[in-house]
């Protein structure tokens, strides 16, 4: 129950950071006006992001009083959590731009996202290398950066509409971090998800025959492997 509690309290904590995130976001893209970034610079973006949502989780792990006082049970959950966060984003992002690429005959002017899976990896470890590092040093996640995502969000957690508007969200987040955990324990148990999710698509819109002449099966994309 502790565990279910903190993953809530988490959602909610990804769901305003995700919103104040996209207003950096937009201003950045309104001071680029427009111009189209490089592979470079989305994953130097994300690292960015990733760090600053780590280190403001971390800041949930230590007592309000003494930030070099950790608290263990929310230290481990929080990294598991994290770990089951990311993992669910970069299926999504997997998932997203298979989608537009299979579909992108039928739709020509949809361009697919710029993904690097290697690159998503490497950011996804380096985070959690850093949310480790804050465990062993914690006096450095305190930065200025930090703290104003920290107090920005509990004082937008504790307005009263914004409030139960991202605890809404926070909801569903914690329904997805709670269905990649069950996967996740179904596949080590019988080495298939207990749920998958499966999208299909055809090619322009008709049918592929095989060479028997019948008709292809869409093909299944699972959100865990």
């Not at 993953?7 to 937009?26: D, P, S, Y």
């Not at 299926?91 to 002017?109: A, E, H, K």
């Not at 749920?195 to 699972?222: A, L, M, P, W, Y």
Request: aromatic share 14%; net charge positive; proline share 4%.
């Amino acid at each position: 129950m502790k565990f279910i509690d903190f993953a809530f309290r988490l959602g909610v904590i990804f769901a305003i950071f995700g919103f104040l995130w996209g207003i950096l976001h937009l201003i950045l893209g309104i001071l680029r006006a427009g111009r189209p970034k490089s592979i470079v610079e989305v994953y130097s973006l994300k690292f960015v992001q990733y760090f600053f949502l780590v280190d403001v989780t971390f800041l949930f792990c230590v007592q309000k009083d003494n930030a070099t006082v950790l608290l263990p049970n929310e230290l481990i959950m929080a990294g598991l959590i994290l770990l089951l966060y990311f993992t669910g984003k970069l299926q999504n992002q997997q998932n997203q731009s298979l989608l537009i690429q299979v579909s992108g005959n039928s739709v020509p002017n949809m361009q697919p996202p710029l993904f690097n899976l290697r690159a998503e990896v490497t950011v996804i470890v380096l985070s959690l290398l850093i949310f480790v590092a804050f465990a062993m040093y914690p006096l450095y996640a305190q930065n200025p950066v930090s703290i104003w995502f920290y107090d920005s969000i509990l004082q937008i957690e504790k307005t009263p509409v914004f409030g139960f508007i991202f605890k809404v969200i926070g909801f569903f987040v914690l329904m997805g971090i709670l269905l990649k955990l069950v996967n996740g324990l179904s596949y080590l148990l019988s080495g298939a998800p207990l749920i998958s999710v499966q999208r299909s698509f055809r090619n322009g819109g008709n049918n592929k025959k095989d060479n028997n002449g019948d008709d292809n099966k869409f093909d299944d994309f699972e959100e865990i492997k």
